[in-house]
């Protein structure tokens, strides 16, 4: 199909954000896939297992991809079918992310609460007595370089930290003990006084502890991966709205130069069928006519023969 110069910028348009779409769904494949499998956001995002938020970021990336697939097939093809698909597409994932934006601002102030008493009961109450909780607190505090729930003074309240100690360790001061993973340096000999042997004495520990509480660290994450949601969910609706426009505005063009074509022909074909088509009366007396002329014709030719002149030699015309 020819396109016009409207029609072509519409096109290439359309081709540009629709390919920007394509990258757009790969990439939120791909990071929703760290955020299900990752464990330092696996247990911070997905507590008790609940991982259904993962699995539908997960199917939302797949699905953005295959329709970005299909707008760019169907712009560099010219098919109004697949624009159309594409279009549809867009516009469910649209109002989900819409949806999902609300949501997450309306529910941001739970979801913090929730993370942070998630963290202390961890600290208070699980730690030590549960082998996965151990595993996920220890991946919480190693990977955000942090220690309890406020602070490394936190685990003073835990079950953990009270465990029994000597007579030797209490006369030295120290009242509780921190896991391994809420030290600076894992691998040296600070670590295994706070952590085992003696255990925390005195207040100042900023050479050897992790001095922010998780809890704060976690909130402040979230709070922060919110606005960054936020600012994704705007930028990335935009792009959407305009390939949306762009793709419906090229499959109206095209539908609309498919249907003028369709009209030419139907007006060729009308045209040669509605040449004056002659009837059979008509058809005798043209014939008629002809027969006529002809006669006439021959008559007049009749009419102007000579008879045959014959000069002999030495005879002269006078």
């Not at 920007?20 to 494949?29: D, E, F, N, W």
């Not at 370089?145 to 360790?169: A, H, V």
Request: hydrophobic share 40%; charged share 15%; proline share 2%.
């Amino acid at each position: 199909m020819q396109l016009s110069s409207n029609q072509r910028f519409l096109k290439y348009g359309a081709l540009l954000f629709n390919f920007i779409v394509l990258i757009v769904g790969p990439t939120l494949l791909a990071l929703s896939l760290r955020v299900l499998f990752d464990p330092e956001f696996t247990h911070l995002f997905f507590q008790d297992g609940n991982y259904y938020a993962g699995h539908i970021l997960v199917a939302i990336g797949a699905l953005m991809t295959v329709a970005g697939i299909l707008g760019c097939i169907g712009t560099l093809a010219e098919n109004s079918c697949l624009l159309w698909m594409f279009f549809a597409s867009m516009g469910v994932f649209l109002i989900a992310e819409i949806t999902g934006g609300v949501l997450i601002y309306h529910q941001q102030n739970e979801l913090q609460n929730d993370v942070h008493n998630s963290i202390r009961v961890a600290v208070e109450r699980h730690y030590g007595n549960d082998v996965t909780n151990n595993f996920k607190l220890d991946v919480i505090q190693e990977g955000w370089k942090c220690c309890g729930t406020t602070g490394y003074k936190s685990w003073s309240r835990s079950e953990y930290g009270k465990r029994p100690m000597s007579r030797d360790f209490i006369d030295t001061g120290a009242t509780y003990v921190v896991p391994k993973s809420c030290c600076i340096d894992q691998s040296s000999s600070d670590c295994e006084r706070v952590s085992f042997s003696e255990g925390v004495r005195g207040d100042d520990q900023s050479k050897v502890l992790y001095q922010e509480g998780c809890g704060k660290k976690l909130v402040d994450a979230i709070s922060t991966y919110a606005r960054y949601t936020f600012v994704t969910i705007t930028i990335v609706a935009i792009i959407q709205i305009v390939a949306m426009i762009l793709t419906v505005l090229l499959a109206v063009a095209l539908r609309r130069g498919d249907a003028s074509r369709f009209t030419s022909r139907q007006g060729l074909n009308s045209s040669y069928a509605s040449a004056p088509m002659l009837s059979n009366a008509e058809s005798t007396d043209t014939k008629r006519h002809f027969n006529v002329s002809s006669s006439s014709v021959s008559a007049s030719r009749s009419s102007l023969n000579l008879e045959p002149v014959i000069v002999s030699k030495g005879s002269s015309l006078v």
